[in-house]
Protein backbone atom coordinates (compact mmCIF):
# COMPACT_ATOMS: atom_id res chain seq x y z
CA UNK A 1 0.00 0.00 0.00
CA UNK A 2 1.26 3.64 -0.66
CA UNK A 3 -0.28 6.86 0.65
CA UNK A 4 -1.03 10.10 -1.53
CA UNK A 5 -3.19 12.98 -1.52
CA UNK A 6 -6.29 13.57 -3.64
CA UNK A 7 -5.43 16.13 -6.10
CA UNK A 8 -8.37 16.18 -8.21
CA UNK A 9 -10.78 13.61 -10.14
CA UNK A 10 -10.94 12.40 -13.43
CA UNK A 11 -14.30 12.69 -15.66
CA UNK A 12 -14.55 9.96 -18.54
CA UNK A 13 -17.59 9.69 -21.10
CA UNK A 14 -17.24 6.12 -21.75
CA UNK A 15 -17.48 3.67 -18.49
CA UNK A 16 -16.60 0.21 -18.33
CA UNK A 17 -19.77 -1.92 -16.87
CA UNK A 18 -17.80 -3.14 -14.24
CA UNK A 19 -16.97 0.23 -12.38
CA UNK A 20 -20.78 1.13 -10.81
CA UNK A 21 -21.36 3.62 -8.45
CA UNK A 22 -17.77 4.83 -7.90
CA UNK A 23 -15.35 7.76 -9.62
CA UNK A 24 -11.77 8.05 -10.75
CA UNK A 25 -9.24 9.85 -8.29
CA UNK A 26 -6.03 11.91 -9.18
CA UNK A 27 -3.53 11.12 -6.49
CA UNK A 28 -0.05 12.39 -5.75
CA UNK A 29 1.79 9.90 -3.76
CA UNK A 30 3.65 11.25 -0.58
CA UNK A 31 7.32 11.41 0.62
CA UNK A 32 7.81 9.39 3.45
CA UNK A 33 9.10 12.56 5.89
CA UNK A 34 5.57 13.99 5.05
CA UNK A 35 3.42 11.05 6.49
CA UNK A 36 3.45 12.06 9.97
CA UNK A 37 1.85 15.85 9.22
CA UNK A 38 -0.04 14.76 6.23
CA UNK A 39 -3.35 14.66 7.87
CA UNK A 40 -2.98 18.04 10.10
CA UNK A 41 -1.66 19.92 7.05
CA UNK A 42 -1.82 20.31 3.73
CA UNK A 43 1.60 18.28 2.34
CA UNK A 44 1.70 20.10 -1.06
CA UNK A 45 2.86 18.33 -4.55
CA UNK A 46 5.51 16.20 -4.72
CA UNK A 47 7.81 15.37 -7.25
CA UNK A 48 6.30 11.30 -7.54
CA UNK A 49 4.35 10.95 -10.82
CA UNK A 50 0.65 11.16 -9.50
CA UNK A 51 -1.80 8.75 -10.83
CA UNK A 52 -5.38 8.04 -11.50
CA UNK A 53 -7.00 5.81 -8.73
CA UNK A 54 -10.43 4.29 -8.88
CA UNK A 55 -12.45 5.31 -5.46
CA UNK A 56 -15.42 3.53 -4.29
CA UNK A 57 -14.91 4.81 -0.63
CA UNK A 58 -16.05 8.19 -1.59
CA UNK A 59 -13.21 9.88 -0.73
CA UNK A 60 -12.68 13.69 -2.00
CA UNK A 61 -10.05 16.52 -2.80
CA UNK A 62 -7.13 16.81 -0.46
CA UNK A 63 -8.11 13.59 1.43
CA UNK A 64 -5.10 12.09 2.55
CA UNK A 65 -5.84 8.08 0.86
CA UNK A 66 -3.90 4.65 0.93
CA UNK A 67 -4.34 2.75 -2.35
CA UNK A 68 -2.84 -0.43 -3.95
CA UNK A 69 -1.83 -1.34 -7.11
CA UNK A 70 -1.33 -4.18 -9.50
CA UNK A 71 -3.23 -7.51 -9.26
CA UNK A 72 -4.16 -6.41 -5.50
CA UNK A 73 -6.13 -3.68 -7.02
CA UNK A 74 -8.46 -6.00 -8.82
CA UNK A 75 -9.59 -8.19 -5.63
CA UNK A 76 -12.63 -6.49 -4.82
CA UNK A 77 -14.20 -7.48 -8.00
CA UNK A 78 -15.71 -10.50 -9.35
CA UNK A 79 -14.34 -11.01 -12.82
CA UNK A 80 -11.53 -9.43 -15.10
CA UNK A 81 -11.67 -6.11 -14.63
CA UNK A 82 -9.27 -3.20 -16.82
CA UNK A 83 -7.86 -1.49 -13.15
CA UNK A 84 -4.43 -0.51 -12.14
CA UNK A 85 -4.81 1.07 -8.94
CA UNK A 86 -8.10 1.54 -5.91
CA UNK A 87 -8.21 3.04 -2.82
CA UNK A 88 -8.86 1.47 0.03
CA UNK A 89 -8.13 3.82 3.12
CA UNK A 90 -9.16 6.87 4.06
CA UNK A 91 -6.92 8.31 6.69
CA UNK A 92 -7.58 10.86 9.82
CA UNK A 93 -4.42 10.21 10.96
CA UNK A 94 -1.62 8.71 10.33
CA UNK A 95 1.90 8.27 12.53
CA UNK A 96 5.00 6.93 11.15
CA UNK A 97 8.06 5.57 12.77
CA UNK A 98 11.10 4.35 10.08
CA UNK A 99 12.61 1.76 11.36
CA UNK A 100 15.95 2.07 12.65
CA UNK A 101 19.01 2.30 10.56
CA UNK A 102 20.86 -0.87 10.19
CA UNK A 103 25.00 -1.35 11.73
CA UNK A 104 27.33 -1.75 9.59
Request: aromatic share 6%; net charge negative; with cysteine.
Amino acid sequence: MRIGQVIGKVTMNVREPAFKAARWLLVNPLETEQLNTACEIEPGLTSIPSLVVYDNLGAGESDIVGFVEGAEATAPFEGPTPIDAITVAIFDQIHHEPYPPEDD
